[in-house]
């Protein structure tokens, strides 16, 4: 397995309503678990993890592509190059625009520290949409997340003021290979369309993962989820959003839940539909992250005798149980 040290996911709630204060302390009920684990830490399925340890995901399936309507009319539209980097249809628009009222209306937008997106144009127009700033005005002295009808859209420039960052990762992209609708142009066309997304951690412009011939197996997009998730322990970052694909949530999420509840974990590994967002909290239960907590407090200050009265009791039996 790629990761072995365990990380676990607790699923905060179905969305789109949004996880309360208590879930965000990682005291769920509902533990979302790593396959290689076989128990439970309660019989009641419940775990409690240091907040330090757990970061908060905002998991989002792009809205409607054009790729989506052609390919359930017929599955081989799939294999088409006029679906190449498919983008956002108006109907998918309107799932962005509904689900960036949901996200304003719930708190979320303020919560958020950064946007994680897949380099394909569907992603970034749904990213973008949904969590980046208002309409970009002329004389705003920052770059547009997007510019103005990028993907023959229709749409305003998107700014970036009062946004989180945004960064492009392909660790997190659909499934490689075959369909042309899943194949990214040159990062060079994106930083033009995208202004304000950082490229950075991709290393070549051309999209060389994508191979014409040779589809991605389903194991090796879990693999490569499983290596995403890992990653995440290298963002100091706490409540983040990540903006990706059905076949690549389906395939990473489903090496979770395994010894929860069986609508535990049907709540987690059933397909996204477009434009759907879930919240979970993902722990770090084997050290992978090195954060210190933010919010802990060592006591003893200024110090003095504290010896607890059950460790008395341990320390001096003869004396009988301690009060």
């Known amino acids: 397995m790629l990761i072995t040290r365990n990380p676990v996911l607790l699923n905060s709630t179905f969305v789109p309503t949004l996880i309360s204060d208590s879930e965000h302390r990682c005291a769920s009920p509902r533990s979302l678990c790593f396959s290689s684990r076989t128990d439970m830490d309660t019989a009641a399925g419940q775990s409690l993890y240091p907040l330090h340890r757990c970061k908060t995901l905002h998991l989002v399936r792009h809205a409607q592509g054009f790729h989506n309507v052609e390919g359930e009319k017929n599955f081989e539209a799939y294999k088409s190059y006029d679906l190449f980097d498919a983008n956002l249809t108006p109907l998918g628009w309107k799932q962005v625009d509904n689900l960036r009222q949901h996200v304003k209306a719930s708190g979320l937008s303020k919560r958020i520290e950064l946007v994680i997106v897949?380099?394909?144009?569907?992603?970034?127009?749904?990213?973008?949409?949904?969590?980046?700033?208002?309409?970009?005005?002329?004389?705003?002295?920052?770059?547009?997340?997007?510019?103005?009808?990028?993907?023959?859209?229709?749409?305003?420039?998107?700014?970036?003021?009062?946004?989180?960052?945004?960064?492009?990762?392909?660790?997190?992209?659909?499934?490689?290979?075959?369909?042309?609708?899943?194949k990214r142009r040159n990062i060079t066309d994106y930083r033009h369309m995208f202004p304000a997304i950082d490229f950075s951690l991709i290393e070549n412009d051309e999209d060389i993962l994508w191979k014409p011939d040779i589809r991605e197996k389903n194991e090796e997009v879990a693999a490569r989820g499983l290596k995403f998730l890992e990653w995440l322990w290298t963002r100091k970052e706490k409540e983040i959003a990540v903006v990706t694909h059905s076949g690549f949530l389906f395939h990473?999420?489903?090496?979770?839940?395994?010894?929860?509840?069986?609508?535990?974990?049907?709540?987690?590994?059933?397909?996204?539909?477009?434009?759907?967002?879930?919240?979970?909290?993902?722990?770090?239960?084997?050290?992978?992250?090195?954060?210190?907590?933010?919010?802990?407090?060592?006591?003893?200050?200024?110090?003095?005798?504290?010896?607890?009265?059950?460790?008395?009791?341990?320390k001096h039996p003869e004396n009988g149980q301690a009060n």
Request: aromatic letters at 6%; hydrophobic letters at 35%; proline letters at 9%.
């Open 118 to 182: 897949s380099p394909l144009l569907r992603t970034m127009q749904t990213a973008v949409g949904v969590f980046g700033g208002q309409p970009y005005t002329d004389g705003i002295n920052v770059p547009p997340l997007m510019n103005d009808n990028v993907g023959d859209s229709g749409r305003p420039a998107i700014s970036s003021l009062n946004a989180p960052p945004f960064i492009a990762v392909e660790l997190c992209r659909e499934h490689l290979g075959v369909h042309p609708c899943d």
């Open 252 to 314: 990473s999420l489903s090496a979770f839940g395994n010894d929860c509840h069986p609508n535990v974990k049907n709540e987690i590994c059933t397909h996204f539909a477009n434009c759907e967002l879930r919240s979970m909290v993902i722990i770090d239960r084997g050290m992978i992250g090195s954060d210190e907590s933010s919010t802990n407090y060592p006591g003893k200050v200024p110090y003095g005798l504290d010896l607890p009265s059950d460790v008395a009791d341990q």
